[in-house]
């Protein structure tokens, strides 16, 4: 059996590709909102900044000190929730530790036809009902998809494992694959016998952050 590597930055480019001209005609702006000076944040962002440029969307990187107060978060969230010109925004995670625990209240204050992060509960609530609804799903969930979509991987009827269950990737993850008639299996900390649940898999996906 041939091996197939499945290149993540070949399926990237050629999805850049398919956006650019729909990108010309929407004009759509993006906005970034990062909270401190978290390394891995400013890396994930500099990439998507690069991604928007690539395909010539406008966009703006709104870079707040580590003491915002969750007051003056919420004032910048309805500000874009308001302002006409902003398409879609989010708040890029993980946040300072004073404003973590206020996540849930973050992420329900992005209006659900902005969230372009998709971890809204409207937006994950349509992702429920069929593929037809997966408007503005969550980014990782979506790539790995599109990912398995550009290199032909047929998911109807295969047992497909995830490994993680978080409510940003691992959750609506199988979701969309039991959206695409795929028999799901989702495995997490407390499962037993990981290795044998791996093992009947047609198609494995780690989704828990380490090897």
Known sequence: MTTLILDGKEASAALLEFLKPMVETLDPNLVVIQVGDDPASASYIKQKMKS?????????????????TIEDLMTEIESLNSDTDVTGFFVQLPLPAHLAEHEPKIIKAIDPMKDIDGFGAYNLGKVFLSKDFEHLPPAT???????????????????????????????????????????????????????????????????????
């Open 52 to 68: 928007c440029d690539a395909v010539g969307m406008r966009h703006e990187h709104r870079h707040l000190s580590e003491s915002t």
């Open 141 to 211: 969930p979506s790539g790995i998809i599109r990912l398995l979509e550009h290199f032909d991987i047929d998911i109807e009827g295969k047992h497909a494992v995830v490994v993680g269950r978080s409510n940003t990737v691992g959750k609506p993850l199988a979701i969309m694959l039991l959206n695409r008639n795929a028999t799901v299996t989702i495995c997490h900390s407390k499962t037993k016998d990981l290795a044998e649940q791996i093992g009947q898999a047609d198609i494995v996906i780690a989704a828990v952050g380490k090897p």
